[in-house]
């Protein structure tokens, strides 16, 4: 191959590469505010793997509004509702019986096991803005670090959504690969328990460091609960504090309720769309009750009337509360949305099929090759469903061609799978998400998310290739 034709194959990759580079330069060393950054390096990534101007910037729009077209409906319903939670002394007051109830250490396997649970049904991003208030206030209550309940709650939400059925992920990969969905969802049971536990001590490992947070995050923080004693000068019209000596906090069950509505209208619309036919007259009524949207709607509704309408709170006040959550939700939206522009810059300027294509070409085995092709292109172009997707679609063929048995057809698929499970960073938008939300900086989430998401993927693949060889072994 002549150079001028090498450059050509490989300038997706080369823009790739330094795209990264100079993002990290950005924001680690010339401290520039990451939404910019972004921005800047989206724009000249996309010049220099061969776009035309007018291309680079419709593509930037387009991965910015694709991105936040969810995004920003979700994270601005979460602070709504979030808001409310905190400043009616709710969170504060589940915390305190989650705390008073267990050790600290048990509250840790706790918040593991909710994430597991919850990410299953539920995107990743929904379930962490859900769940974010309640580990920070339960953080708060016993003062210790947000991360010591951030890590285990991510881990688990990572082992979750990665590939226990019915998340779109594995779904995505067995229809596309033909994988068995319930050989699929037995072999994620199997898998999730022993990474579960793996993700619980690699969170407490990591969390030996000490981790500073954002100010923005950090005043959000430390102001969890410090108003929650001060009196009100009459019936609530104009209290600024969250929770008054005469007022009595919601019951746990009320909390409990109000957190748990919106995550099982998620599951109920998301295993209903999975089971009933594609002609099935309720699909689109399960659906729509099932979307992100509707369930924080529905949540934020029966918030406002439990916790404020109820309880006697001016409507002035509740605006107040519900306004002030809004400019601090600005900011992770904007930044999960240049994220998310600069993944469909990576992904348009065909690095992935540059990618695909040279794993493809190695002979490497096809479990192997499944796991590699979908860690490189989640690491190279961020999303973890275009890695699924680009990764299934490739090796359909071969899939099919081979001699494999369903047991291990459903091993490649979750192989496939544990591959975009790792290496999330710089151009994931979800990487904005976790560190936004849980007052990370870039250097800091790189310590612990990539690292976290990383070791799970690895440590999944390599259970999947122990099982590959006792099913190989007995012919099965």
């Known amino acids: ?118 990410s299953t049904p539920v995107f990743f991003d929904v379930a962490l803005i859900i769940l974010a208030p309640l580990i920070l206030t339960m953080a708060h209550e016993r003062l210790k670090p947000a991360m010591s309940l951030g ?17 779109p992920g594995p779904i995505a990969i067995a229809e596309l690969i033909g994988a068995d969905l319930g050989w699929v969802t037995i072999i994620g049971l199997a898998v999730a328990i022993p990474l579960g536990v793996l993700a619980h001590y690699v969170a407490k490992l990591l969390n030996r460091r000490e981790f500073t947070m954002l100010p923005a ?19 609530g019209s104009g209290r600024a504090g969250t929770l008054t000596k005469t007022e009595a906090p919601p019951t746990a069950g009320t909390i409990l309720t109000l957190i748990l509505v919106p995550l099982a209208l998620i599951m109920l619309g998301t295993v209903a769309t999975t089971v009933l036919p594609g002609d099935d007259a309720m699909r689109p009524f399960f659906a729509f009750v099932g979307s992100p949207v509707f369930a924080l709607l529905v949540a934020l509704v029966l918030a406002f009337f439990l916790l404020t309408v109820r309880r006697g709170w001016s409507l002035a006040h509740t605006g107040q509360v519900m306004e002030a959550a809004l400019p601090p939700a600005a900011i992770v939206i904007l930044v999960t949305g240049a994220g998310g522009a600069f993944a469909r810059i ?21 479990l192997v090759l499944g796991f590699l092709i979908a860690l490189v292109l989640r690491a190279s ?47 994931d938008s979800g990487f904005w998400v976790v560190t936004r939300y849980l007052g990370l900086s870039v250097a800091d989430g790189l310590r612990t998310w990539t690292v976290l998401t990383t070791i ?3 440590a999944g693949f390599l259970l999947v290739s122990a099982i590959w060889g006792v099913v190989s072994a007995a012919g099965l």
């Open 151 to 167: 890590l285990p709650l991510m881990a688990g939400l990572a082992v979750g959504h990665a590939f226990l059925p019915p998340t």
């Open 346 to 366: 990576l992904t348009e300027s065909g690095v992935g099929k540059a990618l695909a294509d040279t794993m493809a070409s190695t002979g490497l085995p096809i």
């Open 1 to 118: 191959m002549e150079l001028s034709e090498a450059l050509t194959v490989y300038r997706p990759l080369l823009a790739t590469g330094f795209g990264i580079a100079a993002l990290l330069v950005l924001i680690l060393r010339a401290r520039l505010n990451a939404f910019a950054a972004l921005l800047l390096v989206s724009i000249f990534s996309a010049l220099a793997a061969g776009m035309a101007p007018e291309q680079a910037f419709a593509t930037l729009s387009s991965g910015m509004g694709g991105t936040l077209g969810f995004i920003a409906t979700v994270i601005g319903l979460g602070a709504l509702f979030g808001a409310i939670l905190q400043a009616s002394g709710a969170l504060d007051a589940l915390a305190s019986k989650l705390s008073n109830t267990s050790s600290f250490r048990t509250n840790q396997w706790k918040i593991a096991g909710i994430g597991l649970l919850a």
């Open 456 to 458: 799970l993927g690895v």
């Open 381 to 427: 172009q961020g999303s973890a469903t275009v890695a699924i997707l680009t990764t299934g679609g490739l090796l359909a063929a071969t899939v099919a061609d081979g001699d494999f048995s369903v047991v291990q057809v459903a091993l490649i698929a979750m192989a496939i799978a544990f591959g975009a499970l790792g290496l999330s960073h710089v151009n």
């Open 217 to 235: 995050t950090a005043a959000q923080f430390d102001a969890f609960g410090t108003d929650a004693t001060e009196p009100t000068g009459g019936s």
